[in-house]
């Protein structure tokens, strides 16, 4: 499946759309360059699952935890500056990929060799033009 995402305004349309084409998939691999709109996507799917706090990027903490209106958690993890893979290992990862909740994984090529089967592979790009273009592979 794929999404144009043209302008800021057509995120949580797509952030729906993408909530209906994934169903009951729990673990995302988010790809793409730095500024491509990845934080900014888990932002718009989380408004839509009813998380009322501020979405940012986890970069230094690993993993923020946000709560969505049904009481599940929505994990948001950025393994930018992860070197090694023990630095994954040593926090814990299996008790978040393996919880049931939904997990967003920027930078998922740094843990590579951890991720389990089933993931939801998510491309972005950015267009010439400046849209972005979201590719999911499930």
């Excluded at 799917?45 to 970069?59: F, K, N, R």
């Excluded at 991720?115 to 972005?132: A, H, K, M, Q, W």
Aim: glycine share 8%.
């Amino acid at each position: 499946m794929k999404w144009t995402i043209n302008h800021l305004e057509d995120l949580n349309k797509v952030a729906a759309e993408f909530l209906d084409y994934v169903g009951d998939k729990t673990i995302f691999a988010l790809y793409g360059p730095m500024g491509v709109g990845k934080t900014t996507f888990v932002k718009a799917v989380a408004a839509c699952l009813g998380v009322t706090d501020d979405v940012s990027s986890p970069t230094f903490a690993l993993v923020n935890e946000y709560q969505t209106k049904n009481g599940k958690s929505l994990y948001h993890f950025d393994f930018y500056r992860v070197n090694h893979i023990a630095e994954a290992l040593d926090f814990g990862y299996e008790e978040y990929f393996f919880s049931g909740d939904r997990c967003f994984i920027e930078w998922p090529e740094k843990i590579d060799e951890l991720l389990p089967e089933g993931i939801v592979d998510c491309y972005f790009t950015e267009n010439p033009d400046g849209s972005r273009e979201l590719k999911v592979e499930i």
